[in-house]
């Protein structure tokens, strides 16, 4: 294993976040998330979830107090930390270039087709209308034995159903082949089909399984969420937020880890504890 397998793909140090009204979110939160895993962000509401990740993907508007947040780019090994990215340019272009998002409602632009919304962030990165309607009618057809119903979509502007809406929405996310995918509350208000096929684009992506030319370097998946279960059957790695906003075992969790101390359950207590 070399060593930008074995480096930390965020290491967060020390971190203090408010609202700039003398109220704290975060205090002196340290921990480290691993690289290429599928790691659940979870507790109860308000401590913290969707902060977390938007600090991480950068579209976080919350006021960072101290601390320090390092990227370490899983493709050149190049330490990122986010305080020194004082324009607001170079955020842009490592967000845009590594990271992709997903969100409980889809934001999708109405006065686009199904199409134009997925291949959105290629349009964003300067490709041509030719080089982006050729990656998108791609990933449709690697996404159509998981969901076909979508490429008879495609040039449509509309109306689509709650679940379609979010499987474009996490086609979006992953058209530019992202390093990294924040999925905040992606599962919230879909039937069970449509969060099985959500959840099958996810895990395809993190396999390497929807881009073919597929470099040999890990993905990672961070998905905040209120199901438990859903999280514990699809994720293996754990962040977990108590009521007071500390993690458990001040650290990111393995699932081996939790089962041996008692699964959901154990998850259950410390997202009610206090201490």
């Known amino acids: 294993m070399n060593g930008r397998e074995t480096s ?4 967060i140090q020390d971190l203090s976040v408010g609202y700039g009204n003398g109220i704290y979110i975060f ?3 340290t921990v480290q998330v691993p690289l290429g895993k599928k790691v659940a962000v979870v507790g109860r509401s308000g401590v913290g979830k969707s902060t977390f990740l938007h600090l991480l993907g950068l579209i976080s508007e919350e006021v960072v107090k101290s601390g320090l947040i390092t990227y370490r780019c899983p493709r050149t090994g190049e330490a990122v930390e ?3 990215l004082a324009d607001r340019s170079a955020k842009d272009r490592l967000r845009l270039r590594d990271f992709g998002f997903v969100f409980q409602t889809a934001c999708l632009f ?9 291949a959105l962030p290629l349009v964003l990165q300067g490709y041509s209308k030719q080089q982006w309607w050729r990656k998108a009618e791609k990933l449709l057809t690697m996404v159509e ?6 490429i008879a979509l495609a040039d449509r502007l ?15 996310a992953i058209i530019h082949d992202p390093l990294v995918v924040f999925a905040d509350e992606p599962l919230s208000n879909l ?9 099958a684009i996810l895990r395809n992506w993190h396999d390497g399984h929807l881009h073919d030319q597929t470099i040999d370097i890990p993905r990672t998946l961070l998905i905040a969420t209120h199901d438990l279960q859903e999280a514990w059957d699809f994720c293996d790695t754990f962040v977990v937020f108590n009521c007071v906003g500390r993690l458990l075992q001040n650290r990111v969790v393995s699932k081996s880890e939790l089962e041996a101390a008692g ?6 207590q410390w997202m009610a504890s206090s201490d």
């Open 27 to 29: 205090r002196g939160l």
């Open 191 to 199: 039937d069970p089909r449509s969060t099985e096929a959500v959840l």
């Open 82 to 84: 986010y305080t020194r």
């Open 158 to 172: 509309g109306p689509f159903s709650g679940g379609q809406r979010q499987r474009i929405a996490v086609l979006r």
């Open 110 to 118: 109405p006065h686009l087709t199904c199409r134009e919304n997925i």
């Open 145 to 150: 034995a998981i969901d076909g119903e979508l």
């Open 8 to 11: 930390p793909l965020f290491d």
């Open 263 to 268: 699964g959901i359950t154990a998850i259950t």
